[in-house]
């Protein structure tokens, strides 16, 4: 079994390939279609132009995959709010490029795609957990993006009966992760109170606003279990099913740290267009593979703050 990773060079990519290489100890190659995305030094990857159709279908001929695991290109609400021409090209160009390959060369090869939280509608209070039957309403570029590339991906999966199956994720968090997300750099900031290196205040966007957060050790089993039990042209939500404000976040990294703070909120770090909770209802990802998540936050947040301890 031969699995190919788009994006492996990605904070998810990583554990994803980590999954698939070592506990399932499976053939896994890995490629990116971003210059920009973090690097691991685990793993090796090479670079395609997105934009070079020719060598993308010569790569895939090569290779000759089973699975093919099409994770996000861009991955950062921040950074496509600040780059969304970038986002577009690559989230939209890329997977036109990669899914014109695949239907000429092997339409058996079992493809998951990446889709997000971020989509859904907001609704209110009472429709919470959002189910995958909750209508679309992108309000953010990523979440755009993500909302075009999946209905492109579902056209071809209908036009030329390839073997699709979408996850929409939601806050997917654990150690590696970079700053720019909202865990990590709770965590980051009070290792370096801790270590005399930053005043006792950490700086935080909408402590208010309520996510699910899943570990990504739980997220890639998920993301397997679909290729291997899911329904294809199926969208299925991975997520905790639970959520928690960013609030409550700090407390919990207050109480595990045992370091007292003060908060100040950053403007810069509020987001446009701020949905105030997003919880994914996971029942039909559960009813379909029997995966369940089984990391809780507090074992999340612990081992995030162990690795900025050793970083830092």
């Not at 997105?50 to 093919?68: A, C, W, Y």
């Not at 993006?145 to 997917?172: E, H, P, T």
């Not at 957060?213 to 199926?234: M, N």
Request: proline share 3%.
């Amino acid at each position: 079994m031969k699995s190919l990773i788009i994006g492996s060079n990605s904070f998810l990519g990583y554990y994803l390939m980590d999954y698939i290489k070592n506990k399932k100890k499976e053939e896994v190659y890995g490629v990116s279609f971003s210059k920009n995305s973090n690097s691991f030094k685990n793993y090796e990857f090479e670079f395609l132009d997105i934009n070079d159709k020719n060598s993308i279908k010569k790569r895939l001929m090569e290779i000759s995959p089973d699975k093919i695991y099409c994770l996000d290109i861009i991955d950062s609400v921040s950074y496509v709010w600040e780059h969304p021409k970038e986002a577009i090209d690559f989230q939209i160009k890329g997977i036109i490029s990669l899914l014109e390959s695949i239907r000429t060369i092997d339409k058996k090869i079992s493809i998951f795609f990446t889709g997000s939280g971020e989509e859904y509608s907001f609704k209110g209070f009472d429709n919470i957990p959002i189910s995958e039957n909750t209508s679309l309403e992108p309000l953010n570029v990523y979440a755009v993006s993500k909302s075009c590339q999946n209905m492109i991906a579902q056209v071809y999966a209908k036009a030329y009966g390839l073997n699709i199956i979408i996850g929409r994720l939601f806050n997917d968090v654990g150690a590696r992760q970079t700053e720019n997300f909202v865990l990590s750099s709770i965590c980051k900031q009070v290792i370096k109170i801790k270590k005399g290196l930053q005043n006792p205040i950490i700086n935080v966007g909408n402590i208010n606003s309520a996510r699910d957060f899943i570990d990504v050790r739980d997220t890639v089993k998920a993301i397997y279990s679909l290729l291997e039990f899911g329904k294809p042209s199926e969208i299925y939500n991975i997520a905790s099913g639970k959520s928690f404000t960013i609030r409550e976040l700090i407390e919990k990294v207050k109480s595990i740290s045992k370091i007292d703070f003060d908060i100040v909120i950053d403007s810069k770090k509020i987001r446009l267009n701020d949905i105030p909770i997003i919880q994914g209802d996971i029942t039909k990802i559960i009813e379909r593979t029997g995966w369940s998540p089984k990391i809780s936050i507090d074992e999340t947040i612990k081992w995030i703050f162990e690795y900025w301890k050793s970083k830092i």
